[in-house]
Each structure stands twice: as structure tokens, then as C-alpha cells.
């Protein structure tokens, strides 16, 4: 398994230090996990799905806290879950999905 050391690594808690969503670190270190052809298509499918997903999280974190709609967290956890079953369906279609260690 990729990983690393937080205590010794800089560059790792400045971006635990300034990214108010938690460790985004870690999707990269997965993706290392992953063959080439394997983390281009994750990588595709992260892409379209931000694009969607963005402007929603945005316009979200920018209300008020309360009340905040419901409308717009039940729209952001549908593309979230869209997101999750176009990952699975697409690491499900290579045979050969993760790098040999």
C-alpha cells in the first residue's frame, strides 16, 4: 500500500493545514495503487464529476448555516452516489485493476 509519513512530510500538512475539507492527500496516494489505463478512467470520471459537482458545493458552503435548504444537499449527495456507482462500474471493467507489488 502507497503511503507516507505526516510528521515528516511538508508538503502533506500544509495541505492538511490549509484545506478546510480534510485530507485530499490521500485520493492521490490511492490512485498510485491503480494501473495506468485503470487511473486515467478514474481520473476521467473524477473530472466530468466535478464539473457538476463544484458549483453546488460552492453555492452551499455560501448559505447561510441555518436554515440551508435541503433541496441542494439531496441534489449534492445524488451526484455523489451517481459518482460513486460510475467509479465502481468502472474499475469493475478492468481485469487487471490494481499495480503488482
Request: with cysteine; glycine share 2%.
Amino acid at each position: 500500500i502507497v503511503g507516507h509519513s505526516v510528521d515528516i512530510d511538508k508538503n502533506c500538512q500544509r495541505v492538511l493545514c490549509s484545506n478546510e475539507d480534510g485530507a485530499l492527500h490521500v485520493f492521490p496516494d490511492l490512485l498510485q495503487l491503480l494501473t495506468l489505463d485503470a487511473r486515467v478512467a478514474v481520473l476521467k470520471v473524477m473530472d466530468t464529476s466535478s464539473l457538476e459537482l463544484k458549483p453546488l458545493i460552492a453555492k452551499y458552503k455560501a448559505m447561510p448555516k441555518m436554515p440551508q435548504p435541503d433541496d441542494i444537499k439531496k441534489v449534492i449527495n445524488q451526484l455523489g452516489s451517481t459518482l460513486l456507482d460510475k467509479l465502481m462500474a468502472r474499475m469493475d471493467a478492468f481485469e487487471n485493476l490494481f499495480v503488482e507489488q
